[in-house]
């Protein structure tokens, strides 16, 4: 049996201009209803945040990710509602050049790249990313693997899926899509060598 190697995921909502939150980094104008969240609420329950999941009455299953890594713009989010461990079900990493972290539970790490380098050397679940856009960019070398949730908005402006990157190609492979009712399209992409796709 061939030894199993933790990817790093990239799960996010996006808009369909591919946008993952407005310039004020707001993201209220995506769809919190619809059929597609029975999908989130089950299959990806261990990528919601530990208070929705109380709120929902949900347990993490456990049994997609036990990691998740977050720029600090993300992480900010629930810091100024007061909530200093967003994900207490899983490993938290905050990457962040300036700030330290007052909860034991959080792990702010200043290279993020290394970390989550490390991190796949251990054993465990996969990773998730949950971003932001300039995390995403910064970590675009070792994403393994892209699940987006496009949702049926054109923001025209905004944060960027994978924030100000330089040019530098990547491949992925589609692996799966599903359309819903709702209107929104959840996306799975797989890294492929650069023109693997085309060749076969």
Known sequence: ???????????????????????????????????????????????????????LGIEAPKNRFDTVIQGWNSYNVGLALGIDSPY???HEYVATRSRTSSNPAVT????????????????????YLCGGGALAGALLPEIDRIILKRNPVVLGAGIPLFGNTAFEPSGFQPVKSRTFESGVVIEEYARTPLGAADAS
């Open 88 to 90: 207490a079900h899983l």
């Open 108 to 127: 702010f790490t200043n290279d993020a790249l290394a970390t989550v380098r490390s991190l796949k050397q251990a054993e465990g679940l996969d990773i």
């Open 1 to 55: 049996m061939g030894v199993i190697v933790r990817e790093l995921v990239y799960y996010v909502a996006v808009s369909v201009d591919g946008y993952i939150a407005a310039p004020d980094g707001s993201f209220d104008v995506f769809p919190v209803e619809g059929d597609h969240m029975q999908v989130l609420f089950t299959e990806f329950a261990d990528a919601l945040p530990t208070h929705v999941l109380g709120g």
